[in-house]
Nanobody, 125 residues
Framework: QVQLVESGGGLVQAGGSLRLSCVVS????????MGWFRQVPGKERELVAA????????WYSDFVKGRFTLSRVNPMNTVYLHMTSLKPEDTAVYYC??????????????????WGQGTQVTVSS
């Protein structure tokens, strides 16, 4: 069974940085397309960034482009979301997700097969 465990969330001031980590176990990590989503109460979960199998292909939402960087280290079964220039509107629960889709990169929430439990990121103004 595939399991995803996120870490690295917390409280940070606006303009600060955080790095989220997601460790994947129970599957063939190098075959999985990965993504980070976020959700605030009362709103739908939204894709923040996605990455292909090798890590060379990435996708970012407009609201994080230029501020967040997604990377993966396949031998460590880990994906990282490095967040900089954080804004109060980045406050959310952030979720790591894995997809076994054969697409190069996965941007559709419904195509993700496995999810972590989420980690809270709070940005104070």
């Amino acid at each position: 069974q595939v399991q995803l465990v996120e870490s690295g969330g917390g409280l940070v001031q606006a303009g600060g940085s955080l790095r989220l980590s997601c460790v994947v176990s129970g599957g063939t990590f190098e075959n999985q397309r990965m993504g980070w989503f976020r959700q605030v109460p009362g709103k739908e979960r939204e894709l923040v960034a996605a990455i292909g199998r090798s890590g060379t292909l990435t996708w970012y939402s407009d609201f994080v482009k230029g501020r967040f960087t997604l990377s993966r280290v396949n031998p460590m079964n880990t994906v990282y979301l490095h967040m900089t220039s954080l804004k109060p509107e980045d406050t959310a629960v952030y979720y790591c997700a894995a997809s076994e889709s054969l697409r190069s990169i996965v941007t559709n929430l419904g195509a993700y097969d496995y999810w972590g439990q989420g980690t809270q990121v709070t940005v104070s103004s």
